[in-house]
């Protein structure tokens, strides 16, 4: 194989391709300079100490630092050829590919079928029969068919435990059928049980979809990802001030960046030494 074909095969593996990003708040430069590659159908975990910009870059990848005030990304974020961040691109349809699952699970106010149903309704889909198989095959791949099918016309979604409420979560975000799926910590309210299910559920989504997660758990990273990202803090002082803001320190395999990091401040990080 050619070094050319490598390189094509090498970006055909690729979803998304950030260069150079930086994030502001207001004139808060929260992030500074992220190159990260996310291959296709693998799991990429982002860790790092709290204020290290993980979630932002997170948020970055399908514009939902659009909806804060003041924010603004630059740099590119590629994807399938595109640039998210480029004249014409709908926010709203990058939300529909690139799927989001938020830290506290947040079902609807609605029943379970109601809460898979309500991505592809705003899509269009009006047909029952359609409606009824997106909600089977979305809870099936959230793992949560088997719990609730005898009851999931009528029971409230927040009738769930927090753990299925989370799987719900996942469920109402395939069911728009995304290309990628965003997690922000989606286990840090979850007990060890559910956590593990999360876990495995991952695992088993990776076939179809390619899965980036933020997580303070460094066994959950070295368990359940194929890449890490570590984010870690920079810092200027003065006399008038202190200015932070966050990098991206060391990006590898994750066995790699576990068994052998390539910088001090990521081997401090992961043995505990700080953070």
């Not at 260069?19 to 982002?46: C, E, L, P, W």
């Not at 691109?89 to 109601?114: L, S």
């Not at 899509?123 to 809870?139: F, M, P, Q, Y």
């Not at 070295?222 to 803090?233: E, G, K, L, V, W």
Request: proline letters at 4%.
């Amino acid at each position: 194989m050619s070094e050319n074909e490598k390189s094509k095969n090498g970006a055909a593996d690729l979803v998304l391709e950030a260069s150079n990003i930086d994030v502001f708040y207001g004139s808060y430069h929260a992030v500074r300079g992220v190159n990260v590659q996310i291959h296709r159908n693998k799991i990429t975990a982002f860790i790092g100490p709290s204020g290290c910009g993980k979630s932002t870059v997170l948020r970055s990848f399908n514009r939902m630092n659009d909806l804060v005030a003041g924010a603004r990304v630059t740099g590119e974020i590629m994807y399938r050829g595109q640039n998210l961040y480029g004249e014409n691109v709908d926010a709203v349809e990058v939300r529909r590919r690139i799927g989001m699952v938020f830290q506290k699970p947040n079902p609807f106010p609605k029943t379970i079928y109601d809460n898979v149903a309500y991505g592809p309704r705003l899509l269009g889909i009006r047909d029952k029969n359609t409606l009824d198989g997106i909600v089977e095959s979305s809870l099936k791949r959230g793992a949560l068919w088997d719990e609730v099918k005898n009851d999931f016309r009528k029971k409230s979604g927040l009738a769930l435990s927090g753990g299925q409420q989370q799987r719900l979560c996942i469920a109402r975000t395939v069911a728009t059928d995304p290309d990628v799926i965003l997690m922000d910590e989606p286990c840090a309210s979850l007990d060890p049980i559910a956590t593990q299910r999360i876990e495995e559920l991952m695992r088993e989504l990776q076939d179809s979809y390619t899965i980036v997660i933020v997580t303070h758990n460094m066994q959950q990273a070295q368990r359940a990802s194929d890449f890490t990202a570590f984010y870690n803090i920079r810092k200027e002082v003065t006399p008038e001030r202190e200015t932070r803001w966050g990098v991206l320190a060391e990006f590898a395999p994750t066995e790699h960046l576990f068994n052998n990091p390539q910088r001090d401040e990521t081997a401090d990080y992961i043995s505990g030494r700080f953070g």
